[in-house]
């Protein structure tokens, strides 16, 4: 499970603050048309088995945490938010303690424009934090404080200052927090 940790922190960093990897890769790198299209319909493929072998796994063993990690990131690498909503918040009931699932869940709501829902899962996932953890998760726990003052700004301002500076306590370079601070404080 600790391998798992690691790589969906990574895939979320990389998530929240470049986009997703074959986005990127997308948009910067010239390929062959013909090399690109044969990629494409690899990837696809492979993308489709590998959701389907790892629904396969799971109906043989739904308490498979690995295999639903795996899987939630894989319906995220898809877009289809709906599915990895879902396939997080039965990891949580399987892992209520692990905060990366929270943070999961709100990333995914997020992505599919889902706000309210969005905003209690950060405000979970900043609760199952553990101390021993913060220091692994500071950038997760800035952009989840971030998320929350932005949310707040208008309903409650006073909860909103406390969220950006917490947002600003763990990442003070963050420029969108600076300016959110800014704006709140004037």
Sequence with gaps: MKMTKINIKNLFLGLVFAGTASLVNAQTTKTDTATSTTTTATTAQTGDTSIEGLKKQIEANPKDTDALVKLASAYQDASDWTNAVDTWKKISVLLPDWAPSYYSQAYAYQSAK?????????????????????????????????????????????????????????????????????????
Excluded: C, R, W
Excluded at 131 to 136: H, I, L, R
Excluded at 157 to 167: D, E, M, N, R, Y
């Design 114 to 186: 889902d706000d309210a829902n969005a905003k209690l899962a950060y405000e979970k996932y900043v609760a199952a934090v553990k101390p021993a953890e913060v220091e692994q998760n500071k950038k997760n726990l800035a952009y989840a404080y971030f998320y929350l003052a932005f949310s707040e700004q208008k309903t409650d301002p006073g909860k909103a200052k406390q969220h950006i500076a917490k947002s600003l306590e763990y990442d003070p370079n963050n420029q969108d927090a600076i300016k959110l601070s800014k704006a709140l404080n004037s």
